[in-house]
């Protein structure tokens, strides 16, 4: 179907040329002229490749690479090389095709590394040659995340052609990264075969057209694939009829546990098939329905089907769908009955006081614990307000604490119910 080619110069027309190979320039040292200080098996080799390709050196790089060092001393394995453009920690110089060479030669061969997170920087589809033939050469890597890195549609087909041959990779993520129509078709079409990748996020691809043509490849996917878990499918302008093409797949698929398809155009009819196949499917945990518009209709056909027939269901987000208070009452309802679902988030719709009330009895009774929702109750005057908590399926999904890590599991519910390489 499709190939990645040869390494070396000359693999075919429409593939990146490799970056030469010069003789050392002394511009590739530090501004100041000092010599880094270079000590671990790994620095010194990133500091001699950028030597040798007159590579000007990332701080930032060798910093982490430094770090990861110590952790080989100490016999680690399995580590995930983070070097992420939206860390506190980086510079004003991001991540490039270049770097991303220099780091293709280093990990293509060694086998202490399962994960490698290079979201926001600035490689293009000349950086995702490089990491789809990462991939081929290294077994050990399981989770890769080039979230927001402008691959697009050229860079996406290096990696729907390497999911062909690799079969140790678990986790995609390509979210914001331009993709094009014909890559997610061709992700789509691969993982009818790959059984290997548990989790793919292919969030706001670049199409064109009113067609929905992504759901109905998509939907064909998940009938015949049996391993994939998560899959995240924001932002694809899925309309009613797109949700029936994936609720008709999720009638005979049983393994996907996590479904995000928030940011689309659902409007209370799509729910009408979400809930009848709900009726059904025991494997979905996790659903993601955030900035639709199902309205109060929509609404109550999810709480009808959760109060009465799904018992699988463990979270549920609803955030920003034009509910208003009849709806959202009727979910709260479906909580006393449904001893699985813990978790709800309903921020940004539109609450009144019986809204309000029917929340906090919730909390109050136990049926919805503090950390398992976005919602607060207070009282003012003897009336009954909610405020919001920042917890929610994937909140630091797209940013990191100013400083540390988040302090409980909540703010990512979903990757804590499913967790498919959360770690990235």
Same mark, same amino acid.
């Given at each position: 179907?499709?190939?990645?080619?040869?390494?070396?110069?000359?693999?075919?027309?429409?593939?990146?040329?490799?970056?030469?190979?010069?003789?050392?320039?002394?511009?590739?040292?530090?501004?100041?002229?000092?010599?880094?200080?270079?000590t671990g098996h790994l620095q010194e080799t990133y500091y001699n490749l950028c030597m040798e390709k007159s590579q000007k050196?990332?701080?930032?790089?060798?910093?982490?690479?430094?770090?990861?060092?110590?952790? =080989?001393?100490?016999?680690?394995?399995?580590?995930?090389?983070?070097?992420?453009?939206?860390?506190?920690?980086?510079?004003?110089?991001?991540?490039?095709?270049?770097?991303?060479?220099?780091?293709?030669?280093?990990?293509?061969?060694?086998?202490?590394?399962?994960?490698?997170?290079?979201?926001?920087?600035?490689?293009?589809?000349?950086?995702?040659?490089?990491?789809?033939? =990462?991939?081929?050469?290294?077994?050990?890597?399981?989770?890769?995340?080039?979230?927001?890195?402008?691959?697009?549609?050229?860079?996406?087909? &290096? &990696?729907?052609?390497?999911?062909?041959?690799?079969?140790?990779?678990?986790?995609?993520?390509?979210?914001?990264?331009?993709?094009?129509?014909?890559?997610?078709?061709?992700?789509?079409?691969?993982?009818?075969?790959?059984?290997?990748?548990?989790?793919?996020?292919?969030?706001?691809?670049?199409?064109?057209?009113?067609?929905?043509?992504?759901?109905?490849h998509l939907g064909h996917m998940l009938k015949e694939n049996h391993c994939l878990v998560e899959l995240h499918v924001c932002?694809?302008?899925?309309?009613?009829?797109?949700?029936?093409? =994936?609720?008709?797949?999720?009638?005979?698929?049983?393994?996907?546990?996590?479904?995000?398809?928030?940011?689309?155009?659902?409007?209370?009819?799509?729910?009408?098939?979400?809930?009848?196949?709900?009726?059904?499917?025991?494997?979905?945990?996790?659903?993601?329905?955030?900035?639709?518009?199902?309205?109060?209709?929509?609404?109550?056909?999810?709480?009808?089907?959760?109060?009465?027939?799904?018992?699988?269901?463990?979270?549920?987000?609803?955030?920003?769908?034009?509910?208003?208070?009849?709806?959202?009452?009727?979910?709260?309802?479906?909580?006393?009955?449904?001893?699985?679902?813990?978790?709800?988030?309903?921020?940004?719709?539109? &609450?009144?006081?019986?809204?309000?009330?029917?929340?906090?009895? =919730?909390?109050?009774?136990?049926?919805?614990?503090?950390?398992?929702?976005?919602?607060?109750?207070?009282?003012?005057?003897?009336?009954?307000?909610?405020?919001?908590?920042?917890?929610?399926?994937?909140?630091?999904?797209?940013?990191?604490?100013?400083?540390?890590?988040?302090?409980?599991?909540?703010?990512?519910?979903?990757?804590?119910?499913?967790?498919?390489?959360?770690?990235?």
């Amino acid at each position: 179907m499709w190939g990645l080619g040869k390494e070396a110069a000359g693999a075919g027309p429409g593939f990146p040329t490799p970056i030469p190979t010069t003789t050392p320039n002394p511009s590739s040292a530090p501004a100041d002229g000092s010599v880094p200080e270079v000590t671990g098996h790994l620095q010194e080799t990133y500091y001699n490749l950028c030597m040798e390709k007159s590579q000007k050196i990332n701080s930032f790089i060798l910093h982490i690479l430094q770090e990861v060092d110590k952790e =080989l001393e100490k016999g680690s394995e399995g580590i995930t090389l983070n070097i992420a453009g939206n860390s506190r920690l980086m510079p004003e110089e991001r991540v490039t095709d270049k770097d991303f060479w220099i780091l293709f030669r280093i990990l293509k061969k060694n086998p202490y590394f399962s994960g490698l997170d290079v979201r926001y920087n600035l490689i293009s589809d000349v950086g995702a040659y490089y990491a789809a033939g =990462l991939l081929q050469k290294n077994t050990t890597l399981k989770y890769l995340r080039m979230t927001g890195n402008k691959i697009e549609n050229k860079g996406g087909m &290096f &990696f729907a052609a390497m999911l062909q041959i690799n079969s140790s990779l678990e986790k995609l993520d390509l979210g914001d990264c331009d993709l094009g129509m014909q890559s997610v078709i061709a992700f789509a079409t691969v993982l009818t075969q790959n059984q290997t990748i548990k989790g793919i996020n292919l969030n706001r691809p670049i199409l064109y057209g009113e067609q929905e043509e992504s759901t109905v490849h998509l939907g064909h996917m998940l009938k015949e694939n049996h391993c994939l878990v998560e899959l995240h499918v924001c932002k694809h302008n899925i309309k009613n009829c797109g949700m029936k093409q =994936l609720c008709d797949a999720l009638y005979l698929n049983r393994s996907l546990r996590y479904l995000d398809v928030s940011c689309n155009k659902i409007t209370c009819d799509g729910m009408v098939y979400l809930a009848d196949v709900l009726k059904s499917n025991t494997t979905l945990e996790v659903l993601d329905l955030s900035f639709n518009r199902i309205e109060n209709a929509g609404a109550k056909h999810l709480s009808e089907t959760l109060a009465s027939h799904n018992r699988s269901l463990r979270a549920l987000s609803v955030v920003s769908n034009n509910i208003q208070g009849e709806g959202l009452v009727a979910l709260s309802q479906s909580m006393k009955t449904n001893p699985t679902l813990s978790n709800v988030y309903i921020w940004g719709n539109q &609450f009144d006081e019986a809204t309000c009330v029917a929340y906090s009895d =919730l909390i109050q009774m136990g049926h919805l614990k503090p950390d398992n929702t976005d919602v607060e109750p207070f009282v003012v005057d003897g009336h009954v307000y909610l405020a919001e908590v920042s917890n929610g399926l994937k909140k630091h999904y797209y940013w990191r604490p100013t400083y540390g890590e988040a302090c409980t599991n909540s703010p990512n519910a979903g990757f804590t119910l499913v967790p498919v390489g959360g770690h990235l």
